[in-house]
Structure formats: structure tokens, C-alpha cells
């Protein structure tokens, strides 16, 4: 099915039921997928058929409905290993999402392995879910939380992570592609330099899921996380990956059933990998819509994928680049999927309300990234961003929408 859908992209368009509406009595534009991507038909119907047939809680009920979902609950966990490449299921957990995840690993590895004195290296170019959790452990260990520069054109180098490491860095955590700029990062080489100095290896992994193919083996990082709910499947679902080795060594984040494998009030057995990190009942719908999703993406292929999102990205640049007034934020030689520019004349939101009105639907603001965009003196931009639904038709709708925003605005 999903081969023939790809030689028509008005087909595959067809199966995100979200598409076929109209905002303001206009074809709705979609370019908010870095907040949350549409879903496709399959993710929707695997979430609906678990409610309507397998509706049961999972690992503990011996009647049918508990053992189909049960199944279908682990071959998701399969699905999702063989997505990033882990090489065990053991290494898979199921969290809420990446805030979640990297929660956990601060609360565990942090907790446990940090000291006084100790650092943790970011980049300047991280999620507020890649700090806060990082200063929040740093507050209670004594640790020092330290920052390896963005470069001008919006990239962090391997050479300004080098510079950041010390002795004294304990953990690296960086995102493998910025939400606020589309910005690659180098998190293959990175990992190989932090490693040589001993630290362990976090890699935020939400923003490049969807777009790219990711191999926690070749990365060689220690943890990986991911959001199901920008992989197009649903929201209250992701992944932790954690290297068996390390994640052995951690303790439960939070207590509860399922995590363990016996209670007495003097003392409790933890439950072996993974679900020594699953306390109590989880998304279940979400995880078999998670499979799905990822079954989706791997059906379609990564190749065309990734050849179509580039060549809307250069499209999309071309279109903004092209107006004047407007200045394109972030221009890493290795970036995908994103759009981040400031209209001369016209404030962002004010921006992304005219665009609404033209049924154009895009982000505003910092994007839960306030220190890059402040790295480029900014309080906020407008940011398109890229779906494999998404055509060149859409992207010129945008830069007609920009266009009588500044008329509007006299701009």
C-alpha cells in the first residue's frame, strides 16, 4: 500500500485525515510538525483497535484480552528496537516522551554518578527539556552545568564541544537536530570525543526521528530519546534507549507495579530491564500506535523520505530568501526540516496570526529553545516546519501569506 502511495503524493496525503479541512474557509497549510506531526490512518486505527478490542491492562492478566494486549504492547517494543537500532529489547523503554526520558536519565545516572565539582556539557542550542532536567540535578549534586557554543550560521561544531570538555565532564547530552534552528548535529563524532574522556553520552533525539534514520549502535551514545507524538503517532508516548550496560546499573526512577518482582515492607525486588522503568500502567494504545507509526516510516523508506524533505527545505529557503524583509535564522550547512525567520516590521505572533487567517498554520515564539534564539539577539521567531506530507504548493501558499502580512503591516 504505502509503495503506491508514494508515487502519489496527493495519495499519501489522503491517509492524514487532518489535511482534508479547511481553516478560515482556506485549505489548511500544515507546517507546525516540529511541535506535533499529523497522523496517518494506520496510527489512528492501531490506537482505535486497542480500545475497541484489546482494551485490558497488560504483564499481569491471564485472560485474552490481557494477553493480546500484552503482545501487541512488546511487539511494539520490537518495532521501536529495530527503529533505532538497539540491540536488545531490554535497552527499549517506554516513557511518556522525550521530556520524560531525559528526566529519568538526570534522575538516575545524574543522581547517582554526579559529584561535586563534577559537569554536565549541553550545547547552546537545546530544548528547555535538555537543560532544565541537566540544572535541576546539577542544583542537587553540586555539579556545574557548562555550554559548548553555537556558531554564527547556527551549528555547534565538534571542535566547540572538544573545547567545552574537561576532565571534570561527567555527561554530554545534545540534541541530534535543534528544534529552533534545523540544525544537524555531528552526534557520531561527538559521542567519540566525549567517550575519550569518559563521559557518558545523552542524545535528544526528537526532532530528528521523524526525519532522519537512527542508529543508536553507530551513534554510539548511551541513552537516546525520542517523542512518539512528532513521529507521527500519538502524544503521552516515546522511547528511552539506554545502552544495557549503563542502564543496568541504574536504579527504578519511580516506584510502583510491574517494576518490580516482589513487595514486602522490609524489602522490594526490582523487576529486570525494561520494565524496572515501567511503573504502573502505561500508554498502551500510545505504544501500539508508536509501532505503527514507526512501521509506517520504515514501509515508505528513509531514501525518499529524506530526499523530499531536502528538496522542500531548499524550496522553502528559496521562497523566504526571496522576499524582502525577511531573515532566515539558522543556516548550518547540515540542517533539515526547519524554517526559522523574523519578518522586518512584523512581530512574530502577529505573523502567525495573519497566517492562520490564511489558513497557513506555523509556530511562534522562542520554541522552548529561549538561549539559542537569544544567542541571535531575538526574543522570538517564526517557525516553518517540515512533514512528508507537505508539498511546494504549501510552501508558496506561505510566502504569498508573508507577503500580505507586510502589506498589512506597511512593512
Request: hydrophobic share 40%; glycine share 10%.
Amino acid at each position: 500500500m504505502t509503495s503506491q502511495l508514494w508515487e502519489s503524493h496527493e495519495a499519501l496525503r489522503q491517509e492524514f485525515p487532518a489535511l482534508n479541512q479547511e481553516i478560515y474557509g482556506k485549505p489548511l497549510v500544515y507546517l507546525d510538525s516540529a511541535a506535533t506531526s499529523l497522523k496517518p490512518r494506520c496510527v489512528i486505527d492501531a490506537v482505535r483497535s486497542v480500545w475497541e478490542s484489546d482494551c485490558a491492562n497488560i504483564h499481569r492478566g491471564v485472560h485474552t484480552l490481557s494477553q493480546r494486549a500484552t503482545k501487541r504492547y512488546e511487539a511494539a517494543r520490537e518495532s521501536l528496537r529495530r527503529f533505532v537500532g538497539a540491540k536488545s529489547s531490554r535497552e527499549v523503554v517506554f516513557v511518556r516522551g522525550a521530556t520524560e526520558g531525559l528526566n529519568l536519565i538526570a534522575a538516575t545516572l545524574g543522581r547517582t554518578k554526579l559529584t561535586p565539582g563534577d559537569e554536565v556539557l549541553v550545547t547552546g542550542l537545546e530544548h528547555h527539556a535538555n537543560i532544565v532536567p541537566w540544572q535541576l540535578i546539577c542544583e542537587a549534586t553540586g555539579a556545574k552545568l557548562r555550554v559548548a557554543e553555537v556558531s554564527d550560521d547556527g551549528s555547534v561544531t565538534v571542535g566547540a564541544v572538544r573545547a567545552a570538555l574537561t576532565d571534570r565532564t561527567k555527561i554530554v547530552s545534545v540534541a541530534h537536530v535543534s528544534n529552533a534552528l534545523g540544525t544537524v548535529l555531528p552526534v557520531k563524532e561527538i559521542a567519540q570525543v566525549a567517550h575519550e574522556r569518559g563521559a557518558w553520552v545523552v542524545v535528544d533525539g526528537a526532532q530528528a526521528a521523524p526525519h532522519l534514520p537512527v542508529n543508536v549502535q553507530d551513534i554510539d551514545c548511551d541513552f537516546y530519546v525520542l517523542s512518539g507524538h512528532k513521529l507521527y503517532g500519538p502524544d503521552g508516548i516515546g522511547i528511552l534507549y539506554g545502552r544495557e550496560a549503563v542502564l543496568s546499573t541504574l536504579p527504578p526512577y519511580q516506584g510502583g507495579g510491574d517494576m518490580i518482582l516482589s513487595v514486602s515492607f522490609e524489602q522490594t525486588l526490582y523487576n529486570e530491564l525494561p520494565y524496572r522503568f515501567e511503573a504502573g500502567t502505561p500508554s498502551i494504545a500510545g505504544a501500539v500506535g508508536l509501532g505503527a507509526a514507526v512501521e509506517f516510516l520504515a514501509s515508505l523508506g528513509w531514501d525518499r523520505i529524506t530526499a523530499r524533505e531536502h528538496e522542500l527545505l531548499a524550496a522553502g529557503t528559496a521562497i523566504l530568501e526571496a522576499i524582502p524583509g525577511v531573515r532566515i535564522i539558522g543556516q548550518a550547512p547540515e540542517k533539515i526540516g526547519v524554517l526559522s525567520f523574523v519578518v522586518e516590521g512584523v512581530h512574530p505572533h502577529d505573523l502567525g496570526t495573519i497566517l492562520d487567517r490564511e489558513g497557513v498554520a506555523i509556530r511562534t515564539g522562542h520554541h522552548c529553545a529561549q538561549p539559542v534564539i537569544e544567542r541571535f539577539g531575538l526574543s522570538a521567531t517564526a517557525r516553518a516546519s517540515l512533514g512528508l506530507y507537505n508539498t511546494l504548493g504549501e510552501l508558496e501558499e506561505l510566502g504569498r501569506a508573508v507577503r500580505k502580512a507586510q502589506e498589512l503591516f506597511g512593512s
